[in-house]
């Protein structure tokens, strides 16, 4: 047996941003740029005359270059989050739509039968989660919301497909009737979807992409 004294103790891992290549790209173009800005600086401090306006020039050039790195990150950022929130309020309000057609419509006067349902539709919640093109922090309780939400759909989407089996295997009145109550019922699973998506159509990021889509049809359709 060797003696665990001998044993080297084991290094912590390194944080996954520190080995991550963005992170070195983004350490080696700013590291770039700062070598440049102080050449430049040293430069101007140097030179006179007509000579001082090329390191100003070159100064200035940097500073532009920064600024639009950064404004054109900043504005592509801004159009993904727009365009990710208009793609879920659409899938949203399509899958309100489901909920309100005649396969979960409450109607006293059809009698319970065999069907298949329509399922929930989440692939525009799972991209926005997936790409994480939403702010951790500005839309910390939206990603949460949205989490929530694809967790019941998935469960409702499965619930559905368990309830076919049965209706199709055993298709007796009483079963029939039972998973019709089942899921009509007071806080059922039907109640809790359409819960969920009054509250995330709701929010403000949702209703706010929402007032901009019918905004720009209005204009489109004015044209």
Do not use: C, K
Request: glycine share 8%; charged share 20%; aromatic share 6%.
């Amino acid at each position: 047996m060797t003696n665990g004294r001998g044993r080297r103790p084991r290094r912590a891992p390194l944080p996954s941003w520190v080995t991550a290549p963005r992170t070195w790209i983004m350490l080696v173009t700013a590291g770039s740029l700062a070598v440049a800005f102080v050449v430049s600086a040293v430069w101007w401090a140097r030179s006179s005359g007509v000579s001082s306006f090329e390191p100003t020039v070159q100064v200035l050039g940097l500073l532009g270059g920064i600024t639009g790195i950064v404004a054109e990150r900043w504005a592509a950022g801004r159009e993904r989050r727009a365009e990710a929130l208009q793609a879920i309020g659409e899938e949203l309000r399509d899958n309100g739509r489901i909920l309100a057609s005649p396969p979960f419509a409450v109607d006293t006067t059809q009698p319970a039968r065999r069907q298949v349902y329509p399922r929930l539709s989440l692939s525009a919640v799972n991209a926005a989660l997936s790409s994480a093109v939403l702010s951790p922090r500005r839309d910390e309780t939206l990603v949460g919301m949205l989490h929530d939400w694809r967790n019941e759909a998935e469960i409702f989407n499965h619930q559905l497909s368990l309830a076919e089996i049965l209706a199709f295997t055993n298709g007796s009145d009483e079963v029939l009737r039972d998973l019709h109550q089942g899921l009509h019922s007071a806080d059922g699973p039907l109640e809790r979807m359409q819960e969920h998506l009054t509250a995330l159509l709701a929010t403000s990021a949702l209703d706010a992409a929402g007032m901009e889509r019918r905004d720009s049809a209005g204009v489109g359709g004015s044209r």
